[in-house]
């Protein structure tokens, strides 16, 4: 072999080890960690808040951006995942929906997330249903629908240019990052572990109150209750990296926020409920329901002694039966209504506010009743709670009438 073909060879062998880059462990994981953020901040910000549920408004540089960034890291079309996230809101938790660990098995969406959104991506119903207001341009038709594989295929070949064999790895990192972390973890754990802000109508958790790692879209339980919010953070020791983001774009003119989440005002001086404190508890009944949980919470304890010493119910029953209380009446099942049922029987003033919670989660569901209606019933209820003996109730009866 001639001195010719010896450099050739060397520089092969070099080239494959070290790509143009040269770049070292530390300065490749580096890398990793951030295009694959960049990948979930493109799936938070653009695909979710912006085009899926028009909460947030992107100016045309950040959209095209993360639209053929998103190209290049997932393959994902736009149409596609904002349908099957639509349809995945409107059918939560039934047999309809895409992804759902409620029907479906957290093991089954866990572990085949991705499996489930190809599979739902050729549903035509699903595409012309719940696709619609999506980018329908000539690069859309032309380049990103028309090849959507070439994507992954072109960051292949960069990975391996800029750092050699190694690239290889942190392609499949990429390519590996989305299925794990939104089609597993989100759509997963986040319908099945955690913690709950708000008592919604279906299964979402908050997997974490810091939302970091997968762009905020770990606060999932305060996403399914106000679905068109492009914040996601509710409490205040959670933080949104996403909001972040966002108000960072919307500082240089790059984003326009359209809804959020409503905040919750009082006026602790008045005294009667009006039409003002009426419209404020519908569009908050959300954070009226969650610290209605929170006074019956108080109200268990209290009574706990009373029920241990009245009662022949076991001590286990009698633990469960707070989460029992704190949860909306309608989704317990049979057994679970029979064990709250035997444990209100020994407490007057747990019946007396397991009661009233249904009666104050009616005043929103009257859909044919009056304002002039509606308010009496408020008036009436709070009337009734004050004079009720019962301290929890009368202290959540005064918040109750003070929201402007």
């Known amino acids: 072999m001639n001195f ?6 060397d520089t092969i062998l070099n080239f494959l080890a070290n790509g143009l880059t040269g770049a070292s462990g530390w300065e490749i994981l580096v890398y990793t960690l951030i ?3 960049i990948t979930i901040a493109g799936v938070t910000l653009y695909l979710h808040r912006c085009q899926a549920h028009r909460g947030l408004e992107l100016h045309a540089i950040p959209s095209h951006f993360f639209r053929f960034w998103l190209w290049l890291t997932t393959g994902m079309m736009t ?13 939560c938790e039934t047999e309809e929906d895409p992804h759902s660990p409620v029907t479906r098995g957290i093991k089954k969406v866990f572990l085949e997330g991705a499996e489930l959104y190809r599979a739902e991506a050729k549903n035509a119903e699903t595409m012309e249903k719940y696709g619609h207001g999506t980018p329908d341009d000539w690069i859309e038709h032309n380049l990103y629908s028309k090849h959507s594989g070439k994507g992954i295929v072109l960051m292949l070949i960069i990975n391996v240019l800029l750092f050699g064999v190694i690239g290889l790895s942190v392609w499949a990192v990429q390519m590996f990052w989305i299925p794990f972390w939104a089609a597993g973890v989100v759509n997963g754990i986040g319908h099945f572990w955690g913690y709950r802000n708000y008592d919604c109508t279906d299964a979402s958790t908050n997997v974490f109150p810091w939302g970091i790692i997968i762009g905020g879209e770990e606060l999932h339980n305060n996403h399914h209750t106000f679905g068109t919010s492009a914040k996601f953070s509710s409490k205040w020791y959670e933080f949104d990296i996403g909001w972040m983001y966002i108000c960072i774009l919307k500082s240089v003119g790059l984003a326009k926020v359209k809804k959020v989440a409503p905040v919750p005002k009082f006026d602790r001086e008045k005294l009667v409920a009006d039409f003002a404190t009426l419209q404020a508890v519908i569009a908050n009944r959300y954070d009226v329901m969650a610290k209605y949980a929170k006074s019956l919470k108080q109200a268990w304890h209290e009574e706990l002694e009373h029920l241990k010493s009245k009662s022949q119910l076991e001590s286990g029953v009698l633990k469960s039966s707070r989460k029992l209380l704190e949860s909306e009446p309608a989704k317990l099942a049979e057994p679970q209504k029979l064990q709250l049922s035997a444990v209100l029987a020994h407490s007057k003033p747990l019946k007396t506010m397991h009661d009233m919670r249904v009666e104050l989660a009616g005043i929103w569901d009257r859909s044919h009743a009056s304002r002039e209606q509606l308010l009496q019933q408020l008036q009436d209820w709070c009337a009734r709670a004050e004079s009720s003996g019962i301290k929890a109730l009368q202290e959540f009866s005064m918040r109750l009438r003070s929201y402007a």
């Open 4 to 9: 010719w073909s010896m450099n050739t060879l």
């Open 35 to 37: 295009v694959t953020h």
């Open 79 to 91: 149409k596609q995942w904002a349908a099957i996230h639509r349809k995945h809101h409107a059918k």
